[in-house]
């Protein structure tokens, strides 16, 4: 190929400047999603694309014009478009720290990177009290999240899991997370982050028949559980090993029948 894609990094369809850059250092405050693009497509898009305006009027009160940031997008990309990963960021150089609730007008960052590379192995993780503020929002506070992530793998393990106030399994660091029981699937019903691989995953579920519910997970009960896995945008499906010192089956036939679900969803043009 004459030119890659990745390493783009633009604001508002421009490349970006440094004094554009100053800002999003200074101030830590706004959201974002990131997806894999496959040939110029994206799973989920539209999930995608509404978590950003839903993100937008929450933190900024305002509306973001959906098509232009989907141009945007397809501009970031255009030079190789066949494996990436892509990172839409919105936050607003005119954000006012002292006045945070006056309504003001955002900006989009796009920026490209190289595909994300599976992991090879199941995931181990340590699960730690924590509750993720406005966790509805992907926003951009993710020093707990790696932080935690620290701790566990100075603790041996791989990643953090999160369990709310009421000792309930909620997310990962930065995925979300499913069991099985049986022939049924169990997704956590504890404040998270639906990811958009998770409402993806869950429409594979249902459309491929498979029994699945959301329901409260108590940390103390996931030993009646015989599988479970993560699954974030950069890999749908990865199976976990164990939870603390409670050991789970790596089922890869029943992971496949997952991944499958998942690819069930259609791939959608930017």
């Known amino acids: 190929m004459s030119e890659s894609a990745i390493g783009r990094i633009e604001i508002n369809g421009a490349p970006a400047q440094i004094a554009d850059l100053r800002v999003l250092a200074a ?13 110029g497509c994206v799973r989920g898009l539209d999930l995608h694309l509404d978590r950003l305006q839903q993100a937008t009027r929450t933190l900024f009160g305002t ?4 098509a232009q940031v989907r141009a945007w997008m397809r ?5 190789d478009p066949r494996r990436l990963s892509l990172r839409v960021n919105v936050f607003a150089r005119g954000f006012d720290r002292e006045h945070p609730a006056a309504p003001v007008q955002p900006d989009v960052l796009v920026a490209v990177g190289a595909p994300a590379q599976p992991r090879p192995a ?14 509805e929002v992907k926003h951009v506070g ?3 999240l790696f932080q935690h992530r620290r701790m566990a793998q100075l603790a041996g393990f791989d990643d953090a899991l999160f369990v709310d106030r009421n000792g309930h399994v909620s997310e990962g660091s930065v995925w979300n997370v499913l069991f099985v029981d049986g022939g049924e699937i169990v997704w956590p019903d504890s404040p998270q982050l639906r990811g958009v691989a998770m409402q993806l995953l869950q429409a594979g579920v249902e459309r491929h028949g498979m029994r699945g519910s959301v329901q409260p997970v108590a940390l103390a009960d996931v030993t009646r559980f015989r599988y479970a896995c993560f699954t974030n945008s950069s890999q749908p499906v990865c199976a976990i090993s164990c939870i603390d010192a ?4 790596v089922d890869k036939d029943l992971g496949a029948r997952l991944v ?8 959608v043009r930017i």
């Open 122 to 135: 199941p995931l181990r993780v340590k699960s730690f009290a924590f509750e993720r503020t406005l966790p």
């Open 142 to 144: 993710t020093f707990p």
């Open 63 to 66: 509306e973001l014009d959906l």
């Open 246 to 249: 409670v050991e789970f089956t």
């Open 75 to 79: 501009q970031g990309i255009a030079p």
């Open 260 to 267: 499958a679900c998942y690819e069930s969803n259609p791939l």
């Open 27 to 39: 101030t830590n405050y706004g959201h974002f999603t990131s997806m894999q693009v496959r040939d």
